[in-house]
Nanobody
Framework: QVQLVESGGGLVQPGGSLRLSCAASGSIFSINTMGWYRQAPGKQREFVALCGTRVIPTYAGSVKGRFTCSRDNAKNTMYLQMNSLKPEDTAVYYC????????WGQGTQVTVSS
């Protein structure tokens, strides 16, 4: 069974940067479009970014221009570079296959606060 492991979260001040990683067991990245998602306290999980080998990265409007998704299929790893972070970016961040979800990982907490 494919396992997804997110890492790289932490506490950062507004305007700061973080780089999240998503590692997967098995070679799912090479055949699937992957996505980043997040869930803030009291809110539903939402789409953040789409990252595929045959599609142009796509971003939610709230993060466009600040977040960049990339992937290294050889390492079965996907990244989310987050710049100019805002308090409203505070959430648990998850990665998953886009459109047809695999079992969710534990996520990684991102807290943006001064």
């Amino acid at each position: 069974q494919v396992q997804l492991v997110e890492s790289g979260g932490g506490l950062v001040q507004p305007g700061g940067s973080l780089r999240l990683s998503c590692a997967a067991s098995g070679s799912i990245f090479s055949i699937n479009t992957m996505g980043w998602y997040r869930q803030a306290p009291g809110k539903q999980r939402e789409f953040v970014a789409l990252c595929g080998t045959r599609v142009i990265p796509t971003y939610a409007g709230s993060v466009k221009g600040r977040f960049t998704c990339s992937r290294d299929n050889a390492k079965n790893t996907m990244y989310l570079q987050m710049n100019s972070l805002k308090p409203e970016d505070t959430a648990v961040y998850y990665c998953n296959r886009y459109g047809s979800f695999l079992p969710w990982g534990q996520g990684t907490q991102v807290t943006v606060s001064s």
